[in-house]
């Protein structure tokens, strides 16, 4: 496909919003969703697998989900949640008649970013399910989202995004017992049929050339080969030098918002 001078135009006119990303439909939704169900789909296993383990447990096993929509910082979202054939268990992440789950939105981004540490998404998801849960269930779950966040990491990626936008969000994270505000950066690619996608997240204590660097290598890592254009929006030390180039980039006249940058080699 041949990317003529009018069709990065059009791309680049199509900048994501913040309820692009994050409102009702927004491209954060399935990751929320993912998240979210995964959890509970451990909780289920953990629930099956401690009566199974009762001197006369019950006859029981899954037994399908029920659609049910909650309200986050952002938007409804509606989730598949599992039962099982006894009706004994209780989901704890949404429990039953819950609808709202406030600060869901900003862990959930916390948590898909690269850098946490296994102690430091157990504190998370600590703070979503609240203290009255045993630990047993924090590390069985941990160890299912853990799954599910390292295949959206490393899954593979197009070989070609014609125009990729790079940004930032001020995220509340948990480091060493104290709540902080850290700078949580995103990539998000624009096919050449308009449509976006999150190639990574990552948190980073201080950006610079290093860091977008790695940024870069990852991408190429997992599938891309050639990026035409980076647009960075107030960014320090832009990914202006990348592994991932393109023979012929196209470079856009920088605005008071944002600055497209060719990724040049």
């Known amino acids: 496909m041949a990317f003529t001078p009018e069709l990065l135009d059009q791309l680049l006119e199509r900048a994501p919003g913040s309820d692009e990303l994050l409102g009702p439909g927004g491209l954060f939704d399935q990751l929320k969703k993912a998240l979210a169900e ?92 609240g203290v009255e849960v045993s630990p047993t269930l924090i590390s069985t779950v941990t160890d299912a989202v853990l799954d599910e966040l390292t295949t959206w990491q490393q899954r593979p990626l197009a070989a070609v995004y014609p125009v990729i936008f790079f940004d930032a969000l001020r995220v509340k994270i948990r480091d060493e017992g104290t709540v902080r505000n850290k700078a949580v950066y995103l990539a998000l690619g624009v096919l050449p049929d308009g449509r976006k996608d999150v190639l990574g997240i990552w948190i980073e204590q201080t950006e610079g050339a290093k860091f977008w660097l790695r940024v870069m290598t990852e991408l190429q890592a997992r599938g891309v080969q050639d990026v035409l254009v980076a647009v960075v929006d107030g960014l320090k030390a832009s990914p202006r030098r990348s592994p991932v180039s393109s023979p012929r980039p196209r470079s856009r006249p920088a605005s008071s918002t944002c600055c497209a940058t060719p990724c040049t080699s």
């Open 38 to 129: 995964r959890a509970l789909g451990a909780e289920l296993q953990q629930h099956l697998t401690t009566e199974a383990a009762q001197p006369a447990p019950p006859r029981n096993h899954r037994n399908g989900t029920t659609p049910k929509t909650v309200q986050t910082d952002t938007s409804a979202l509606r989730l598949a949640v599992p039962r099982d054939r006894a009706g004994t268990f209780e989901p704890q992440l949404v429990k039953k008649h819950q609808r709202r789950l406030a600060g869901f939105d900003a862990k959930v981004i916390a948590l898909y970013a690269r850098g946490l540490t296994v102690r430091e998404m157990q504190a998370h998801l600590t703070e979503l399910y």
